[in-house]
């Protein structure tokens, strides 16, 4: 299997082919002058876009991206909709919760907004476990589980019986159970939200990439046939960004892998060992193993080892590796969680850009001589919920009414610094074979 835009197909992309022909935007063919440009179109691009053009009705807004909305991770991940910051140290009860009520906040706004528009898009949310695998590890989470529902951040620590009728995880010695989280189809999103935006007045170009950056008072977007002049632009391109020039020194894009079973009926879904009323889990190791249940009754897997995700030299974002290994290594993690599902077929085999940073905490903010270029990237692995709400972070930054995110880690984080090639690739991977982990620096 090559990662190719046409035969890397993730089981979302299946799903929005089975719905019928896309018929996408056209490319951009002749110059053009707006109040912003989004560059990306996928949850930051889109989510930007709403936001901005909802605040803003009479600003011109464009978006314009490199290939079909949803092509990059927004289209190619796992689908969880999760709660917290990555790489946050939550032993502060008081911002612990705030950064819970912000990104519940984040899920119940996207939640609302596929409401309100009467999106057709495939979203479950009946909650997510956090598999401790590790009976000390599993006490230490009930006492934090304790702590934190004091403070009023709505977990409960499950095992026994009750973790039995969630889900029967081989080697489960209790688990973490988030209410508020839940799974959802990317590409339905996404595409649903085109017609939205243009509602809303935002001009969508899809074929477009952008070639080149020049900044000033006024911005200058190359593009293939044309150049876009705009007072500012949103870079919303995460593992991408660095192709234009930015944050090459403090995002490491990596390709995960991850695989689907075909549509499983509930009696299947009972035989595996994962009940109804559970929407996905994650362990609590480090090269976190990951999976959800589709509206439709797929199950989908990712990660638990090295071999599940990929560096490649130059920040590269098209992976050019083992096609066979990291599948294999995936199916095996999964039939240690799931022995049962040794007997389902897999359906689905994709690998889509992840952008960590050293410390795994995300960052939105403005930058520029002119302060006119806005961002969002790096969310490590929460992107779903992270880059739905970068839309309305990035607007409140836009409009100078950013109080309430300042006190938050992502704002205006500066990324810790990765070194450059060839010192990047080598280290990456001497430091995963030697300890079977992921580099990375706590902040300070």
Not at 202 to 216: C, F, I, K, Q, R
Not at 250 to 259: A, C, E, Q, R
């Amino acid at each position: 299997m090559s990662n190719t835009f046409d035969d890397n197909r993730s089981v979302w992309w299946d799903a929005a082919a089975a719905r019928g022909p896309y018929a996408p935007a056209p490319a951009l063919a002749k110059d053009l002058d707006c109040d912003v440009a989004i560059v990306g179109g996928g949850f930051t691009g889109t989510s930007t876009a709403y936001h901005l053009a909802r605040r803003f009705p009479e600003k011109r807004i464009v978006l314009c991206e490199a290939r079909l909305l949803a092509n990059g991770a927004s289209g190619r991940n796992g689908g969880l909709v999760l709660n917290w910051v990555n790489g946050v140290d939550t032993s502060n009860l008081e911002l612990a919760r705030r950064i819970f009520d912000a990104t519940r906040s984040g899920i119940d706004a996207l939640e609302a907004r596929i409401r309100e528009h009467s999106l057709d898009v495939a979203f479950r949310r009946k909650g997510c476990l956090e598999i401790l695998t590790d009976p000390k590890r599993a006490e230490a989470a009930s006492r934090e589980v304790e702590r934190m529902s004091k403070a009023g951040i709505p977990l409960r620590f499950v095992e026994g019986a009750e973790l039995a009728r969630l889900a029967r995880f081989e080697g489960a010695a209790g688990a973490i159970l988030d209410p508020t989280a839940g799974q959802i189809d990317g590409v339905s999103l996404v595409r649903a939200m085109r017609p939205l935006i243009e509602k809303l007045g935002v001009h969508v170009y899809e074929g477009t990439p952008v070639l080149g950056v020049d900044e000033g008072e006024t911005i200058a977007l190359k593009t293939p046939n044309a150049t876009i002049r705009a007072k500012a632009i949103v870079l919303a391109t995460n593992a991408y960004t660095p192709r234009l020039g930015y944050f090459g020194s403090g995002i490491v894009p990596l390709h995960s892998h991850l695989v689907s079973t075909e549509p499983l009926s509930p009696d299947e879904w009972e035989e595996l060992g994962w009940g109804h009323e559970l929407t996905g889990f994650s362990d609590d190791l480090d090269r976190i193993a990951y999976g959800g249940m589709t509206v439709r009754g797929e199950l989908v897997f990712g990660g638990g080892s090295n071999a599940a995700y990929g560096y490649g030299f130059g920040n590269g974002t098209v992976y050019r590796g083992d096609p066979q290994k990291p599948f294999e290594a995936i199916e095996r993690t999964l039939h240690r969680y799931l022995p049962k599902a040794a007997k389902v077929r897999i359906a689905h085999r994709w690998t889509g850009p992840v952008a960590l940073t050293m410390s795994r905490v995300c960052t939105m903010g403005v930058r520029g001589k002119h302060r006119n270029v806005y961002f969002a990237l790096g969310y490590s692995g929460h992107g779903i919920t992270l880059a739905n709400m970068a839309g309305e972070v990035l607007t409140d930054i836009y409009s100078g009414d950013d109080a309430r995110w300042r006190d938050l880690p992502f704002y205006q984080q500066k990324l810790l610094f990765v070194p450059p090639e060839p010192f990047r690739w080598v280290g990456y991977h001497a430091y995963t074979a030697m300890t079977g982990r992921s580099p990375r620096r706590a902040l300070r």
